[in-house]
């Protein structure tokens, strides 16, 4: 089955900075790659998703990028602010309903 | 309501006792996911209700843990002689179709058991 991998545990940047996090999949078969943001107190939040057939989203601060050949996909965050600062969950599924698997999460820290 | 409601938000309990986590999906979602989350860790996947197939309950950790889904609508989460390790944050998630639409997920029932 798929094994999502997610680097770093922890992240911690200065306000303005920008944060990068990575995962990587095991399966070849992987197209859909979704994240979460987990506030504390709350349930993941999708934020953005990429789909194999595009290599590169943006979402104003927030950018994805995939590459299928080495089965890796980052999240990019530009200017962050503290309210950036979060568990940032990296996923990856195939069109089975239930084949998702989570990355074990990045603690985004950004300090004013 | 808009959102994917699960209630209670905080539950203690007593060694042995039995609990019930309940679960309101979005309206017209037909995949549910109920996911456990215990402290500062990832998602661990329990149990996948599909439309009116029957549940994928590879995730489920022991036979005290069941979960039904009534109507293809609400689902209640019952663990039976709750055990300290069973504390957790047990987190329910529908989507449109399934994991390859995206999850929205509930703001979560913090479990403790003492």
């Known amino acids: 089955g798929e094994n999502v991998e997610q680097h770093p545990s922890t992240l911690s940047v200065q306000e303005g900075d920008s944060a990068v996090i990575k995962c990587t999949y095991s399966d070849s078969a992987s197209n859909y790659f979704p994240w979460y943001k987990q506030e504390l107190g709350k349930g993941p939040q999708l934020i953005i998703d990429i789909r194999s057939n595009v290599g590169e989203k943006k979402d104003q601060r927030i950018a994805v990028t995939l590459n299928k050949t080495a089965k890796h996909f980052s999240l990019h965050i530009t200017e962050t602010q503290p309210e950036d600062s979060a568990v940032y969950f990296c996923?990856?599924?195939?069109?089975?309903?239930?084949?998702?698997?989570f990355g074990a999460g990045t603690r985004l820290t950004v300090k004013p | 309501g808009a959102g994917v409601s699960q209630s209670p938000s905080n539950k203690v309990t007593e060694k042995g006792k039995d609990v019930e986590l309940r679960c309101d999906p979005i309206?017209?979602?037909?995949?549910l996911y109920w996911y456990r989350q215990s402290l500062g860790q990832g998602l661990e996947f329990l149990i996948y209700f599909q439309g009116n197939s029957a549940p994928d309950k590879s995730g489920l950790p022991s036979d005290r843990f069941s979960a039904e889904r009534t109507g293809g609508s609400v689902s209640t989460l019952t663990i039976q002689r709750t055990q300290q390790e069973d504390s957790a944050v047990y987190l329910c998630?529908?989507?449109?179709?399934?994991?390859?639409?995206?999850?929205?997920f509930g703001s979560g029932t913090r479990l403790t058991v003492v």
């Open positions: 998630a529908s989507s449109l179709l399934g994991g390859n639409y995206g999850y929205t």
């Open positions: 996923a990856a599924s195939t069109n089975n309903n239930n084949d998702m698997r």
């Open positions: 309206s017209g979602h037909t995949a």
